[in-house]
């Protein structure tokens, strides 16, 4: 089954550096690349998303890049801020045939960003 | 639209005794997903329906767990009985999918926090 690989499990940078966290998946299937935002006690929340027939996609200060031959993709955040502190969480998944319906997605284990004033 | 809700928030319950954790999707979603998060273990799927059929139930950690969906609406995921182990929060989340509208993007609820004495 598919096997999703996140590092690091902590980041700590200086407000307005960038952070990157990098994912890498096993199922050569897999097709929909998910990043998900996860303030302290909240639920997860998307943020960002990619499909495999897209090499990098951007929204204001988050990009992600997908390298499909390596099988691997990461999320970008320029200009970090406090507020993006948070456990931000990658997941990939695959478009299962049971009659039209979908499959699940696999998630990493966290990567816990913490931005300093 | 209200997003998926989740009952209760907040559980705590003596070992031995039956809990019960509801959740309600967003309307027209036609899958629906079951999550335990913990610290150690992070983020695992327990069991995922789609259009009420349980599709994978292999996370489910024994037959102490079960879980139904009777309709598009309404899922429950039932602990009987109930161990300290089981302490978590427990999410669900719903997506839709299939037709011109593929997506695999979750919305997740609030969660509700277990807490097993």
């Known amino acids: 089954g598919e096997n999703v690989e996140q590092h690091p499990s902590t980041l700590s940078v200086q407000e307005g550096d960038s952070a990157v966290i990098k994912c890498t998946y096993s199922?050569?299937?897999?097709?929909?690349f998910p990043w998900y935002k996860q303030e302290l006690g909240k639920r997860p929340q998307l943020i960002i998303d990619?499909?495999?027939?897209?090499g990098e996609k951007k929204d204001q200060r988050i990009a992600v890049t997908l390298n499909k031959t390596a099988k691997h993709f990461s999320l970008h955040i320029t200009e970090t801020q406090p507020e993006d502190s948070a456990v931000y969480f990658c997941?990939?998944?695959?478009?299962?045939?049971?009659?039209?319906?979908?499959?699940?997605?696999?998630f990493g284990k966290g990567t816990k960003l913490s931005v300093k004033p | 639209d209200a997003g998926v809700i989740q009952s209760p928030r907040h559980e705590v319950t003596e070992m031995g005794q039956e809990v019960t954790l509801r959740c309600k999707p967003i309307s027209g979603h036609n899958s629906l997903f079951w999550y335990r998060q913990t610290m150690m273990r992070g983020l695992e799927l327990l069991i995922y329906?789609?259009?009420?059929?349980?599709?994978?139930d292999s996370g489910m950690p024994e037959d102490r767990f079960s879980a139904k969906m009777p309709n598009a609406s309404f899922s429950t995921l039932k602990i009987q009985p109930s161990e300290p182990r089981d302490s978590a929060v427990y999410f669900c989340?719903?997506?839709?999918?299939?037709?011109?509208?593929?997506?695999?993007?979750?919305?997740f609820g609030p969660g509700t926090r277990l807490t097993v004495l």
């Open positions: 329906f789609n259009n009420n059929v349980p599709i994978d």
């Open positions: 989340a719903s997506s839709s999918g299939g037709g011109a509208r593929r997506t695999d993007t979750q919305y």
């Open positions: 990619i499909r495999s027939n897209v």
């Open positions: 997941a990939a998944g695959s478009q299962m045939n049971y009659g039209g319906s979908q499959g699940n997605l696999i």
């Open positions: 199922d050569s299937a897999s097709n929909y």
